[in-house]
């Protein structure tokens, strides 16, 4: 019975289609089928939710701060007088999201389950398209062992719990597998419609780019490399247009940092002093000196901007004027360039986080399940787990992977470019953007905000490596690592 089953679906269902199908019902299963999962509130959800009209409407609800999940609140009936505090794609998915849930559940309750099956048809559509570019002219038994890779590494619950909670983690883990998968479909000419591929390529990005303020780098990153999509057609219009869209994504890359909110500014400028530069330094006082800050200020050492009996007030004017002010994220890199013992401590210290996928402070539970505060799940985190306990936490292993995957790709990547084959020099530049992204994460969040919150802040970091690991591995599979497999069919695009 079961060898018949089996029979049926290699014979029937394609491995993208499996991969999309084993992601969505492991998930359904886990954010759907009492117990549900979600993610605990660290404080962070009101940045996104008043100015979006909902509100939280637990009494209970400071109560269950990082320990339990909550997925009802309310909905403002009247007029809601709170602003945006922070510019946010995010915002985007969630009133859509309460629009569905206006249509089949209630128009004073929001329950953000309806946020979590808006997003799962997402990532079910994304899954299928980057196994797809995976697979694509694959035979059938490699193919299904990528497909079931990507099942066990993208259907892990320390990822899509993300989806019935707040955090922009949601928008991030979708859109990035959207925006390789275009990449990919892109390079191996899988559709016909370039301008279709490009446009998912483009959307996704600019989506990624705007769901937080750390994520700016990124539009400037994938406009630099998107570099290589302009030549991969001859077509003067199809040029034009990939020019135009990548300045765009440029612009809006430019535009996410500088539309910051000050008061974030202070919150993370703050950490990146108190919980990164003076936190690992031997001399605290003699660190300040070099920002031409009073050395009176290293009291602050180790504090947190949310500390509520602290030494000084954060929000003062004092402090605006003789510490702020002092320093900047260029100030603080030329810093650690200058001090590398420091930032090797702090380098280290991101890859410790680096390789978690979920928080270990959050619960996964609601209250009402009668679970311990703080308690996760196990339900499908076999990868999440295994990834946590078994890799390297040093940044040297981190150095060693990039140079592993990028002397993989080199090879086809230099043959291509010799034979002037564009469009088949395409994947190792995709994968640098990746590498670049992940990297990204770590020094912003290192430079921006020292060690608070770190293994929500590497969450792009661990993504990137899991996509890049995973694509490498269907190569490794495919035995395609090292060949240039598009050489003579890309030759020539329609001009």
């Given at each position: 019975?079961?060898?018949?089953?089996?029979?049926?679906?290699?014979?029937?269902?394609?491995p993208?289609?499996?991969?999309?199908?084993?992601?969505?019902?492991?998930?359904?299963?886990?954010?759907?089928?009492?117990?549900?999962?979600?993610?605990?509130d660290?404080?962070?959800?009101?940045?996104?939710?008043?100015?979006?009209?909902?509100?939280f409407?637990d009494?209970?609800?400071?109560?269950?701060?990082l320990?339990?999940?909550?997925?009802n609140?309310?909905?403002?009936?009247?007029f809601?007088e709170?602003?945006?505090?922070?510019?946010s794609?995010?915002?985007?998915?969630?009133?859509?999201?309460?629009?569905?849930?206006?249509?089949?559940?209630?128009?004073?309750?929001?329950?953000?389950?309806?946020?979590?099956?808006?997003?799962?048809?997402l990532?079910?559509?994304?899954v299928y398209?980057?196994?797809?570019?995976l697979?694509?002219?694959m035979s059938?038994?490699?193919?299904?062992?990528v497909?079931?890779?990507?099942?066990f590494?993208?259907g892990?619950?320390?990822?899509?719990?993300y989806?019935?909670s707040?955090?922009?983690?949601?928008?991030?883990?979708?859109?990035?597998?959207?925006?390789?998968?275009?990449?990919?479909?892109?390079?191996?000419?899988?559709?016909?419609?370039?301008?279709?591929?490009?446009?998912?390529?483009?959307?996704s990005?600019?989506?990624?780019?705007?769901?937080?303020?750390?994520?700016?780098?990124?539009?400037?990153?994938?406009?630099v490399?998107g570099?290589?999509?302009?030549?991969?057609?001859?077509?003067?219009?199809y040029r034009?247009?990939t020019?135009?869209?990548?300045?765009?994504?440029?612009g809006?890359?430019?535009?996410?940092y500088?539309?910051i909110?000050?008061?974030?500014?202070?919150?993370?400028?703050?950490?990146?002093?108190?919980?990164?530069?003076?936190?690992?330094?031997?001399?605290?006082?003699k660190?300040l000196?070099?920002?031409?800050?009073?050395?009176?200020?290293a009291?602050l050492n180790?504090?947190?901007?949310?500390?509520?009996?602290?030494?000084?007030?954060?929000?003062s004017?004092?402090?605006?004027?003789?510490?702020?002010?002092?320093?900047?994220?260029?100030s603080?890199?030329?810093?650690?360039?200058?001090?590398?013992?420091?930032?090797?401590?702090?380098?280290?210290?991101?890859?410790?986080?680096?390789?978690t996928?979920?928080?270990?402070?959050l619960?996964?539970?609601?209250?009402?399940?009668?679970?311990?505060?703080?308690?996760?799940?196990?339900?499908?985190?076999?990868?999440?787990?295994?990834?946590?306990?078994?890799?390297?936490?040093?940044?040297?292993?981190?150095?060693?992977?990039?140079?592993i995957?990028v002397g993989?790709?080199?090879?086809?990547?230099?043959s291509?470019i010799?034979?002037?084959?564009?469009?088949s020099?395409?994947?190792?530049?995709?994968?640098?953007?990746?590498?670049?992204?992940?990297?990204?994460?770590?020094?912003?969040?290192?430079?921006?905000?020292?060690?608070?919150?770190?293994?929500?802040h590497?969450f792009?970091?661990?993504?990137?490596?899991?996509?890049?690991?995973?694509?490498?591995?269907?190569d490794?599979l495919?035995k395609?690592?090292?060949?240039n497999?598009?050489?003579?069919e890309?030759?020539?695009?329609?001009k």
């Open positions: 019975m079961i060898s018949n089953v089996l029979r049926m679906i290699l014979r029937y269902v394609s993208a289609a499996f991969a999309a199908a084993g992601v969505l019902l492991i998930t359904v299963a886990a954010l759907f089928v009492p117990p549900y999962i979600g993610m605990a660290n404080g962070d959800f009101f940045r996104i939710l008043y100015s979006n009209g909902l509100y409407n009494p209970n609800y400071n109560s269950q701060y320990g339990y999940f909550v997925k609140y309310g909905i403002y009936q009247y809601n709170n602003g945006a505090t922070l510019f794609s995010q915002s985007l998915f969630i009133k859509a999201s309460m629009f569905i849930n206006l249509i089949f559940h209630d128009s004073q309750l929001f329950d953000i389950r309806y946020q979590a099956w808006l997003y799962l048809v990532y079910t559509i994304a398209l980057l196994v797809e570019a697979t694509w002219k059938k038994k490699p193919g299904y062992i497909a079931t890779i990507a099942i590494i993208l892990d619950t320390g990822y899509t719990a989806f019935n707040f955090y922009s983690e949601s928008i991030v883990l979708i859109m990035m597998v959207f925006m390789i998968a275009s990449g990919l479909l892109l390079y191996r000419k899988r559709y016909s419609n370039d301008y279709l591929m490009l446009s998912a390529f483009i959307l990005s600019i989506f990624l780019t705007t769901s937080k303020q750390q994520n700016a780098p990124v539009g400037i990153i994938t406009a490399l570099f290589f999509l302009i030549y991969i057609r001859n077509k003067r219009t034009i247009v020019f135009i869209s990548l300045i765009g994504m440029l809006v890359g430019i535009g996410t500088v539309l909110p000050k008061e974030f500014v202070n919150i993370n400028k703050y950490h990146a002093m108190t919980r990164g530069v003076l936190m690992n330094s031997v001399n605290p006082e660190s000196e070099a920002f031409g800050i009073e050395k009176q200020y009291v180790g504090s947190l901007y949310y500390n509520p009996y602290a030494s000084l007030d954060v929000d004017k004092l402090l605006q004027d003789n510490f702020y002010s002092k320093y900047g994220f260029g603080i890199l030329t810093y650690y360039i200058s001090h590398p013992d420091q930032a090797g401590k702090m380098l280290n210290l991101a890859a410790r986080d680096g390789f996928i979920r928080p270990k402070a619960g996964n539970y609601e209250k009402s399940t009668g679970k311990p505060f703080g308690a996760q799940t196990v339900f499908f985190s076999g990868y999440s787990l295994l990834k946590d306990a078994l890799t390297p936490k040093t940044f040297g292993f981190v150095i060693l992977w990039i140079l995957i993989l790709y080199m090879p086809s990547f230099v291509a010799r034979a002037r084959q564009w469009r020099s395409l994947r190792l530049p995709l994968i640098v953007m990746m590498i670049l992204l992940g990297l990204t994460a770590i020094f912003v969040s290192i430079i921006g905000a020292g060690d608070a919150d770190l293994s929500k590497k792009l970091f661990t993504l990137s490596f899991d996509l890049v690991s995973l694509l490498t591995i269907g490794l495919a395609r690592l090292w060949t497999e598009s050489v003579g890309h030759a020539t695009d329609e």
